[in-house]
């Protein structure tokens, strides 16, 4: 018979060695990664197509039932149709007038107004925000003020305006800033006043103070309310630049507002309707801009997916 030794050391191929062998091996930065794992919000994976059509499908629906109302309100015979026209006559008018240079022309009068009036708007703003938001005095005195403003009607402004320097451009640009910059501070306000006071005296620890604190704490931390109140104020720009383009005739100009006025006065409905879509479109297009700034700060904040 084979003699078997008596030894401590475990044979190949034996019990213990085998055991060993067919369980894996746990370290504790597995251990770690797995459980990072079940904390981990997954989305599942989803082609470019589905996403555009995920995005457009409401919006392009909401259009789709709006002309349909539209299209039964002109059926219904509640307004003749020189009065209010059906959308394939307003829809006609506008591809007519978007293959000509004038139209063309006149969009970028008023785009380079509400960039320029908004740019005015923004800085103002937001020094006047900033200033307010840091000093408990300051707000006491002019916080009330400023929501004051935001909330007067943009056309109130128009006979100071106009009396203020007459039938120019600088009119339009007094009234578009006064209409957008409260708004803009407004929101810087409230995004400093919404700032956790963790966040600042951790700032404070490491050695910030006044303006750098401000800088690299309190407005990285305020920054979605005040792009927020970024896409507030250009609504209000928006709607008081077209306001004075209806008012405010300069020269030769020939803006939106102008042209929007001169088919009414001409009691040209499709013609007047499509400038209407036309201003509808650009402010929904700028504002979608906004948004999707919006969406992005706040998904990097873990505010939104």
């Not at 002309?67 to 015979?77: A, F, R």
């Not at 003749?80 to 240079?101: A, I, N």
């Not at 910030?208 to 209000?236: D, E, H, N």
């Not at 006065?265 to 919006?294: E, K, Q, R």
């Amino acid at each position: 018979m084979p003699t078997t030794e008596l030894t401590g050391e475990p044979k190949p191929g034996s019990l213990q060695n085998s055991g060993q062998s067919s369980m894996p091996s746990t370290t504790p930065d597995s251990t770690v990664a797995g459980l990072d794992k079940l904390d981990t919000v997954t989305s599942p994976t989803t082609s470019r197509a589905s996403r555009i059509y995920s995005v457009l499908w409401p919006k392009l629906s909401a259009v789709a039932l709006a002309l349909v109302l539209w299209q039964i309100l002109v059926w219904s015979g509640w307004k003749p149709t020189y009065v209010l026209p059906g959308p394939t006559t307003v829809f006609s008018q506008l591809g007519e007038l978007v293959t000509t240079g004038s139209f063309w022309h006149s969009v970028s009068i008023t785009m380079r107004r509400a960039a320029l009036g908004f740019a005015i708007a923004l800085v103002i703003g937001s020094v006047i925000g900033a200033f307010v938001s840091q000093s408990s005095i300051v707000r006491r005195a002019f916080g009330s003020f400023i929501t004051g403003l935001q909330t007067m009607p943009s056309i109130v402004w128009f006979p100071f305006a106009i009396l203020l320097f007459k039938l120019t451009e600088s009119a339009i640009l007094f009234v578009v800033v006064l209409g957008a910059a409260p708004a803009i501070a407004n929101g810087l306000i409230f995004g400093v006043d919404h700032v956790p006071p963790l966040l600042v005296r951790a700032g404070r620890v490491l050695g910030a103070r006044g303006f750098t604190l401000f800088r690299s704490v309190i407005l990285p931390a305020a920054l979605p309310s005040y792009v927020s109140g970024l896409k507030q104020g250009w609504a209000f720009a928006w709607r008081s630049l077209m306001a004075g383009e209806l008012l405010v005739i300069v020269g030769n100009t020939s803006s939106l507002g102008v042209r929007l006025d001169f088919a009414r006065t001409m009691s040209d409905a499709p013609l007047l309707l499509a400038y209407m879509i036309v201003i509808l479109i650009v402010g929904l297009c700028v504002d979608a801009v906004f948004g999707a700034i919006d969406r992005r700060v706040r998904r990097t904040r873990g505010l939104g997916t």
